[in-house]
């Protein structure tokens, strides 16, 4: 197992552009994570899978982003219209079993920059 | 709403000395879990240690243990006989117990080990 993946790792795009990420999980874990973080600060929460299926989206994200869990394997976060606010660092974490008792494992993360 | 608040956002330490990184929190949940998590510079987060809310033990793993004061709401770790790789961000974090493992993190602090 090589932990939780994260495609690509950088990306530069212009304002305006859409991107789209990638995150491929630990697998047969359940739960899947999208946060996002600036520089300097803790992540930020973004939205939430189990299994395919997207359970809570934090206010954070826009009607801009979009995330997707097909078949409750891989997921992908896609941002259109891209601003210079949107410049972060994306991270996925899975999990498996219930809240707490298991721990969360990150990716290194996309780090996107808005020119 | 659920709060971290990490109040260093630098600490720095001596190998072989002892720090402590401060952390307080606020939830509403009657169980929770808390978390202390390493970020190494461009390298995934990772977790440290973990503890219950209704666990009265403070947890240990090896150089690592937490002071956990459940009525003041405060979460410290503190790293025995540091050592130069321990030099990272470390956050504090919070899962409400009913959230579905979704984590609230602190600022970070900052921890530099010198030699």
């Known amino acids: 197992d090589t932990g939780v993946s994260q495609n690509p790792r950088h990306k530069i795009t212009k304002r305006g552009q859409n991107v789209t990420f990638r995150c491929d999980p630990i697998?047969?874990?359940?739960?899947l994570y999208w946060y996002r973080q600036t520089l300097g600060q803790g992540p930020e929460f973004l939205t939430y899978?189990?299994?395919?299926?997207?359970?809570?989206k934090s206010r954070l994200l826009s009607d801009r982003f979009s995330a997707e869990r097909p078949k409750g394997s891989f997921s992908t976060l896609e941002i259109q219209r891209t601003e210079q606010g949107d410049s972060a660092m994306y991270l996925c974490?899975?999990?498996?079993?219930?809240?707490?008792?298991?721990?969360?494992?990150f990716g290194q993360g996309t780090r996107l920059t808005v020119v | 709403a659920q709060t971290v608040t990490q109040s260093q956002p630098e600490m720095s330490v001596q190998e072989a000395e002892t720090v402590t990184l401060s952390c307080t929190y606020d939830?509403?949940?009657?169980?929770?879990?808390l978390f202390w998590y390493k970020q190494p510079p461009s390298r995934q987060m990772i977790l440290v240690i973990r503890?219950?809310?209704?666990?009265?033990q403070n947890a240990t793993e090896n150089r690592f243990s937490v002071n956990f004061q459940k009525a003041a709401k405060s979460f410290s770790l503190k790293i025995s006989d540091s050592q130069l790789g321990d030099t990272a961000m470390y956050f504090c974090?919070?899962?409400?117990?009913?959230?579905?493992?979704?984590?609230?993190f602190g600022q970070g602090t900052i921890l530099t080990v010198h030699p």
């Open positions: 974490a899975s999990s498996s079993g219930t809240s707490g008792d298991t721990e969360a494992f």
């Open positions: 697998s047969e874990h359940n739960r």
């Open positions: 899978f189990q299994n395919e299926a997207q359970l809570e």
């Open positions: 939830t509403s949940e009657s169980n929770y879990y």
């Open positions: 503890q219950e809310a209704y666990k009265q």
């Open positions: 974090a919070l899962d409400g117990g009913t959230s579905y493992g979704k984590l609230t």
